[in-house]
């Protein structure tokens, strides 16, 4: 069965940087998009970024302004999303997730990333 | 950037009852963009609808949806102990942002 599985939760400094893993199983990797959205504590999910799972199309957010990156090693089947220049809003869990037919089908546990000074 | 609101924000109801959700969409929305997912305390969002009314693979006939253009109803028949939950709509369509409302409860009555 699809599985998104996520690295685990990060405490950053206001101002560093955080990187977290989404590592695909159980399908073919590159015929799917990788999505990802985080959810701020009481606040609507929100959408940072994709990228294609078979070229290195990529699109992130105007919202963040150039501060995400997101890449892949399709010999890992791994999805990476970095923030950088972190601030205490920023504090969220983030999600990755498949897109299959525009929707978003299978999700990751989630990463928690704590911005704390 | 289409802006999506749901309502209510709470929904009191009890076991057996029927829930009725609503997403309201800032612009007009094909009816092939729009999705809803459930949300339990501690885990990831879950796909229930997509293209409006179709069910995603497992979900119980008990959810439904409907709608077109700017307004979008998840009805849910009969309530089950494990549907007290957050619901949230998606729109899809075009380019990016993608965007979500800003989710409805259901909790016991």
């Known amino acids: 069965q699809v599985q998104l599985v996520q690295s685990g939760a990060e405490v950053k400094k206001p101002g560093a940087s955080v990187k977290i893993s989404c590592k695909a199983s159980?399908?073919?990797?590159?015929?799917?998009?990788i999505q990802w959205v985080r959810q701020a504590p009481g606040q609507r999910l929100e959408w940072m970024g994709w990228?294609?799972?078979?070229?290195?199309?990529?699109k992130s957010s105007e919202r963040f302004q150039g501060r995400v990156t997101i890449t892949k090693d399709t010999s890992a089947s791994t999805v990476y999303m970095e923030l950088s220049s972190l601030g205490v809003e920023d504090t969220a869990i983030y999600y990755c997730a498949r897109q299959s037919d525009l929707v978003f089908d299978s999700w990751g546990q989630g990463t928690l990333v704590t911005v704390s000074s | 950037e289409i802006v999506l609101t749901q309502s209510p924000g709470t929904l009191s109801l009890s076991p057996g009852e029927r829930a009725t959700l609503s997403c309201r969409a800032s612009q007009s929305v094909r009816s092939t963009d729009l999705a809803w997912y459930q949300q339990k305390p501690g885990q990831a969002p879950r796909l229930l609808i997509y293209?409006?009314?179709s069910r995603a693979t497992g979900i119980p006939d008990r959810f439904s949806g409907s709608g077109s253009g700017t307004d979008f109803t998840l009805t849910i028949s009969r309530l089950e102990p494990e549907d007290f939950a957050l619901y949230y709509c998606q729109q899809y369509g075009g380019s990016p942002p993608w965007t979500f409302g800003q989710g409805t409860k259901v909790e016991i009555k």
């Open positions: 293209r409006a009314s």
């Open positions: 159980g399908y073919t990797f590159s015929n799917f998009p």
């Open positions: 990228i294609n799972g078979g070229n290195d199309n990529t």
